[in-house]
């Protein structure tokens, strides 16, 4: 059975839907909160964090997913073609639930900058899918590194009004070295930015 | 549980470096029609008033960061695809054979790429802490299953027709029989969680979760079709369902958002 699309024209895509309550079931033998292997270059670094509803209350049925490049900036991808080496075990890819506080925590490296869609460097940032309960698709965020000096000049970020850039920023805690910081809000005041592209 | 470490290959090097600072010489993927994946505001479905952004989202190009994804291999499974094998003995149930493709918009296969599938039981019930529904948990059915799709893209999983079960979106809510799809493809940007379900359920006409989709056609394609030739004699109904994730634009000129 042949399913190529006539010429021109394009097979119809499968629509999202919600992952629903109980992902529990079919996505928790992929957890991943730890994302360092061991021999992994760069620095260690935590990112902790709630979900919170439009009544800034937790949501306790979320899946965060991560997808990172390594510290240099290279990401574990056959696309990835930049004189760049890869770290032997390190995949970029983390999946947490939230719990009962709708809080979820990764240990993972800060990544390094890759290219924009017109090669300049970006600031270092680590790609979120969110999915939950209520939501038929996907959100879609980035989380930046408050301290990181190349925000200033990250295209994705200038594309962001300024006065809703911080939602995208892992703040340092000044008593944990390596401890970030960063809370999702869905809706209302300090919405957190989401992505389309 | 962590993944378990694997080796990630370095990509072959395909370009020569040119002048720097370099553009993104990858093409993107291809946006979505607008209709086909649900808003997130929809508010049929209770929950999506309290969860849903109220601000538009931010329109970016894709970059490196989006063009790539996790990518996963056989040793990363931790699930069989035989939904009906998990237990000590048969589960109760209709056994069905699931099979398909996973696709691009071109009609190329997406190979390799992972497929996650969960489900509730022949009765309608979760293996989850948090279904209360009163149908009975099956002691021979955990509803999870894995597996990476092959050189064609093709799946194919064994398991038994989920129960439609209620719940509390409105007075007298059942959701329609549906198994639950993770799938990642080659990028960040192809990653799709969806629903599959069952051809003349009586309940999709009344379910917000379905009809959150306002394309008739985008809507229908997540309905499997029935298929003699998968069945099985003596043993197992056949449903056929491909998955069409987003295709690669023609160049990278068309990068834009």
Request: glycine letters at 8%; charged letters at 20%; hydrophobic letters at 35%.
């Amino acid at each position: 059975m042949s399913m190529a699309p006539a010429a021109g024209q394009l097979l119809g895509l499968a629509a999202s839907q919600t992952v629903g309550p109980f992902f529990q079931i079919g996505c928790e033998d992929l957890y991943q909160t730890d994302l360092t292997v061991p021999g992994l270059a760069g620095t260690v670094i935590t990112i902790s964090g709630r979900i919170l509803d439009a009544d800034q209350l937790p949501v306790p049925d979320a899946l965060v997913e991560l997808w990172q490049a390594n510290c240099l900036g290279k990401y574990a991808h056959p696309d990835d073609d930049q004189d760049k080496t890869v770290d032997p075990g390190f995949m970029g890819f983390g999946r947490c639930p939230t719990n009962a506080e709708g809080a979820f925590q990764f240990r993972t490296i800060k990544p390094g900058s890759v290219p924009s869609s017109t090669g300049t460097p970006q600031a270092p940032h680590i790609n979120v899918s969110i999915f939950m309960r209520g939501l038929l698709n996907r959100l879609v965020t980035r989380i930046y590194f408050s301290d990181d000096k190349r925000n200033s000049v990250d295209e994705v970020l200038s594309l962001v009004d300024p006065g809703r850039r911080s939602t995208l920023f892992a703040e340092p805690d000044p008593g944990c070295p390596g401890a970030y910081r960063w809370d999702v809000i869905l809706r209302g005041a300090r919405e957190t930015v989401f992505f389309d592209f | 549980m962590p993944i378990p470490q694997s080796r990630v290959a370095s990509g072959p090097s395909r370009r020569v470096a040119a002048s720097s600072p370099r553009v993104l010489a990858l093409p993107g993927y291809r946006k979505p029609a607008p209709g086909i994946h649900p808003p997130h505001l929809h508010p049929d479905y209770v929950s999506s008033l309290k969860r849903a952004p109220a601000h538009p989202l931010v329109q970016i190009r894709q970059t490196l960061s989006e063009v790539t994804g996790p990518c996963f291999q056989a040793h990363h499974l931790k699930v069989g695809a035989d939904l009906t094998t998990q237990g000590e003995g048969a589960p109760l149930g209709e056994k069905i054979l699931l099979t398909g493709r996973v696709l691009d918009e071109e009609g190329r296969p997406v190979r390799n790429t992972l497929v996650e599938i969960w489900q509730a039981n022949a009765a309608g019930r979760y293996r989850h802490l948090v279904d209360q529904h009163a149908a009975p948990i099956d002691p021979n059915f955990i509803g999870k299953g894995q597996l990476l799709t092959d050189e064609e893209g093709r799946y194919q999983f064994k398991t038994i027709k989920p129960g439609a079960y209620p719940w509390r979106n409105h007075p007298n809510a059942w959701r329609p029989a549906h198994i639950h799809f993770s799938l990642f493809g080659p990028a960040f940007s192809t990653r799709l969680m969806t629903q599959m379900y069952f051809p003349g359920d009586p309940l999709l006409p009344f379910d917000p979760i379905f009809n959150g989709i306002r394309d008739e056609a985008a809507r229908q394609r997540l309905i499997a079709l029935f298929d003699w030739q998968t069945t099985i004699p003596e043993d197992a109904l056949g449903f056929r369902f491909d998955i069409v994730l987003r295709g690669r634009l023609e160049t990278p000129m068309e990068n834009r958002p």
